[in-house]
């Protein structure tokens, strides 16, 4: 090995994630919505015409990635800022770089900035300018909603990219490349088993920067056999990644999984809380518990008992920034609320019979009086009707809200169950039973 090939060395001391990063858009991996063949952004891609957009998306799921494949494939300058530490003079000076680079060689800029929900305002608001008069091709990446996280002035001169965690095949299929590819793991006699593999992929959550580096983690302390092969089990897996592999097979997980969710449709506390730590004792990320929980409080106990959805969320979040085990109480609280808590699926009706309405009938025709007063002549605003403010009327007034060909559906009708019962009582007061 050359001491001196600066290059070299500087390529194999980063980690397997980064040297894995695909280059062109068939080495991309997941995302099929979205760079499929024949796609809108795999079409802008190849014809080098992609405007500005907003990657969104957890972790590890390619946004960067996809971002390097366009800054490859463009005959375009490529400027990349993280807004962790950028500020609005490291913009300016990009947007004035791309103003140059246009107006002497004629070649687009694209900027991508990393963490741009991390942008404030006036930081967001020293781009628009460039944006809105083509001077850069503006690319943010972000985990945050964009919606909620950024300003809107920015997220509505751009496209949003919806980007969602890895498949469990995807991942192992990364994997496998990255095992004989020279770029990633190939100058190593790597033989890795395929449970261990699996493990890894199960495991990581979608995330691919996780198992590649669990697996590089794994090769790299794995002490090599005789004949020189790195042999890889399943319990390095396990070491590598910190997760031990699940302790019954799939089907198993399956029927524990489904009756959790029985036990606390059911009211069990007692059979819920044990199908939940056998889950999670067994290797289960208690996220998923957690997640499922959350989906019942709405869907088996919903407005009987509307609480019911402020623990199981508030046990979500308190599990994330504690972690294992003290994460574990709150979770076990919840479940227990929400076995005891009144049970009511009518919730859950009336979002299917709503859902089923939106696609089969589709009435646009919005009440005259309902519609935005902030459009239209005079005259069209004064056609549309008086519309009878509730607090005129001391909160409620007799009004029809759904169009004429819907006027007489009802989706919900609560139950006598729980806190429903005095959503009955008001709702019969009011007239509208």
Known sequence: MDLFDWNGNEQRAKPLAERMRAEAPEEFVGQRHLVAEGSLLRRAIALDRLG???FWGPPGCGKTTLANVIAAQTKARFIRLNAVNAGVADVKKAVEDAREALKLHNRRTYLMLDECHRFNKAQSD????AIEQGTIVFIGSTTENPYASMTPALVSRC????????????????????????????DYAADVSA???DHIARTAGGDLRTAYNALELAVLTTPPQADGTIRVTLADAEQSIQRKALSYNEDLYYDLLSAFCKSLRGSDPDAALYYAMR???????PLLVLRRLVVHAAEDVGMADPNALVVATSALTAFRNLGSPEGLLPLSEAIVYVCEAEKSGAVKDAMQAAARDARETRDDNVPAYLRDVSYGSREQKA???????????????????????????????????????????????????
């Open 52 to 54: 500005s957009c907003i």
């Open 126 to 129: 020293s781009l628009l300018p």
């Open 159 to 186: 496209r949003i990219f919806e980007f969602y965690p890895l498949r469990e095949e995807e991942i192992r299929g990364a994997l496998v490349r990255a095992l004989t590819d020279k770029r990633g793991l190939g």
């Open 195 to 197: 449970e261990a593999l």
């Open 279 to 285: 889950l999670i004792e067994g290797g289960c990320d």
């Open 383 to 433: 056609a549309r009707g008086q519309y009878l403010y509730p607090h005129d009327f001391g909160g409620w007034v007799k009004q029809q809200y759904l169009p004429d060909s819907l006027k007489d559906r009802v989706y919900y009708t609560p139950t006598e169950n729980g806190y429903e019962r005095q959503v009955r009582q008001t709702r019969r007061r009011k007239g509208k039973e």
